[in-house]
Each structure stands twice: as structure tokens, then as C-alpha cells.
């Protein structure tokens, strides 16, 4: 996924904030899904684990790039690797860990959310 920079992303000196980067990658996620028809209801997946590492800023103005891959995939749960580029330079990586919850509780994630995922290696 592409995405510009606006000022409201920034902080007074035009630097994105940091924790819109983690954002940006939550975005791109819920993106897979709304592109192949996928809109959650009384499901969806969450945070279980994050690990963010911030290695230079984006500022104003600059387009950036989110991408995705699976790290390792289990019955309930996902990691995965979101790095974000800016003009084919990394300046982020999340790795992050999500768990699919279906009215409230950890459930075994839908094979269409599966061939969604495996899409991205």
C-alpha cells in the first residue's frame, strides 16, 4: 500500500509521529482484506505482540510504501513483517503478532482470511 504524508501525520517539525507508523501498517492489514471484500463484524484480529524498530523518518510530503509478509502463520494467530520504504529505502519494520478473535474469543483463522495471508510470501 502507498500512502502520502499529510500534515496531520507530522509533528511540528514535519517528521511523521512515531506511533502513526504503526498506523500506517494497521491500515495496510485492514487494506488486504477490504480489497478482496472482507469487512470485519463482530470478528477480526488483534494485537497479542509488537515489536517496532524506527530506522529514518518519513516527512512531509513523502510518499511511502507498506509491505507485508508473513512471518509464521498458526492455527489462531499470525506474525507478521511490515516494513515501510521510502523510495526503495526501508525506514521502518514492525514485527508483529495478531490473534483472530470471533465473538470475543481466540478462534482458528477463516481459510479465506488464509489465502489472503499466504497471498503476501
Do not use: W
Not at 504503526?22 to 487494506?31: L, Y
Not at 499470525?78 to 490473534?99: H, N
Amino acid at each position: 500500500m502507498k500512502k502520502r504524508i499529510y500534515y496531520n501525520d507530522t509533528d511540528t517539525g514535519g517528521i511523521v509521529y512515531h506511533s502513526n507508523y504503526i498506523t500506517f501498517c494497521e491500515q495496510a492489514r485492514s487494506e488486504l482484506f477490504f480489497k478482496k471484500g472482507i469487512f470485519f463484524e463482530n470478528e477480526g484480529y488483534v494485537v497479542k505482540e509488537l515489536q517496532a524498530k524506527y530506522i529514518k523518518p518519513a516527512k512531509l510530503g513523502d510518499i511511502i510504501e507498506i509491505r507485508t509478509k508473513p512471518k509464521e502463520i498458526k492455527k489462531a494467530s499470525i506474525k507478521l513483517i511490515q516494513e515501510i520504504f521510502l523510495k526503495e529505502e526501508k525506514i521502518f519494520e514492525l514485527e508483529i503478532t495478531l490473534v483472530y478473535v470471533k465473538s470475543g474469543k481466540p478462534s482458528k483463522i477463516p481459510q479465506k482470511h488464509m489465502e489472503i495471508i499466504n497471498e503476501l510470501s
